[in-house]
């Protein structure tokens, strides 16, 4: 019965205009309040639900935005991805999903690509460079950034990545740790930047400290991969890219029969749910991706609304130490 009725039906069951019903229908504000009670009873007796395409058709929205991740795979990403979408769920939206995979080149055509076809994108922790970001967010808008320094043409919802690093910095140091191995994630990265940067300063403010640098990338393979460089560099403790990048790490030490934290220590960072469960648990900074899905959704939800951009947002990882560091053998 429902599939055979129409916007008229409804309207004739309630007294009023067809157009009157989809203004209704369509949320318009400026109806008058007796008439929205009359329209939604009379919808209800009949058993009319309306149509989300036609609804959609009407307003000229989809109700449906993009999130845009460099690496699916990755649970950080998962975790900013998690929350944001149950926010955008449980205020009508839903949520495309388009994946990178870590190739800076693909993400502008991946992303006006899914814009087209949404209301709005959120970009979590693009690749691309600042000048090509630039020119590409006024044919995004409403875009929201994630992991990004602060930009004037979008809002953007973030994790203090050199603060984080600072502090795993510090924690090693005041082991008396004095030679550190950085693994490098994606150069084009602008949280590895910031992970560089905390290493500039960390070099400045402790001249007995040396802090190595050596190309990685991000993920499980990489960490596995850079075993070699761990053990020529001379090291005695190491800071993974991230946690992904620790823990193929510390695959590969045990196997070449390397003892962690006993010859060399490790951290990784992001704090990602695997992290206390590795032989032996995780020394890392964890990021609120929680708090910042929820976030980067209310930023979107702002400038779907038509709403002032939000004010940039940093949340600080948090330090968690665990069975992978400890003071360098004597």
């Known amino acids: 019965m429902t599939g055979k009725l ?15 019903v989809s203004r209704v229908m369509n949320g318009n504000p400026k109806v008058d ?3 929205v009670a009359r329209v939604q009873a009379a919808a209800e007796e009949l058993g009319y639900t309306a149509s989300p395409l036609a609804r959609s058709l009407a307003l000229g929205k989809t109700q449906t935005i993009t999130v845009l991740v460099p690496d699916l795979g990755n649970p950080t990403f998962q975790g900013v991805l998690r929350t944001l979408s149950r926010s955008a769920a449980a205020d009508g939206y839903h949520v495309l999903v388009a994946d990178s995979a870590e190739v800076a080149a693909d993400e502008a055509s991946l992303a006006v690509d899914a814009r087209r076809r949404t209301d709005g994108i959120v970009l979590v922790a693009p690749r691309m460079a600042d000048d090509e970001l630039d020119a590409l967010l006024p044919r995004l808008a409403p875009a929201v950034l994630v992991n990004r320094p602060p930009h004037e043409s979008a809002p953007v919802v973030a994790a203090d990545y050199a603060g984080g690093l600072r502090e795993l910095i510090e924690h090693l140091h005041d082991l008396g740790h004095r030679h550190i191995l950085f693994l490098a994630g994606v150069p084009g990265s602008a949280s590895n930047a910031r992970r560089l940067a905390a290493i500039a300063g960390a070099r400045a403010d402790h001249p007995d400290l040396v802090l190595d640098e050596a190309a990685c990338g991000t993920g499980f393979a990489d960490g596995a991969a850079a ?3 761990v053990r020529g560099s001379g090291a005695t403790a190491v800071l993974a890219y991230n946690d992904l990048v620790a823990m193929g790490l510390l695959s590969a030490l045990h196997d070449a029969g390397i003892a962690v934290p006993a010859d060399v220590s490790v951290t990784g960072f992001d704090g990602i749910p695997f992290a206390p469960y590795t032989t032996p648990p995780l020394t890392t900074a964890a990021v609120p991706t929680d708090r910042m899905g929820e976030r980067a959704w209310a930023a979107m939800r702002a400038l779907l609304d038509g709403d002032d951009a939000p004010s940039p947002e940093v949340f600080a990882p948090v330090l968690a130490v665990r069975g992978s560091t400890a003071p360098p053998r004597a």
């Open 6 to 20: 129409r916007i008229s039906d409804v309207a004739k069951h309630a007294g009023v205009s067809p157009a009157t």
């Open 227 to 229: 075993v070699d460089a």
């Open 33 to 35: 309040p007796g008439l």
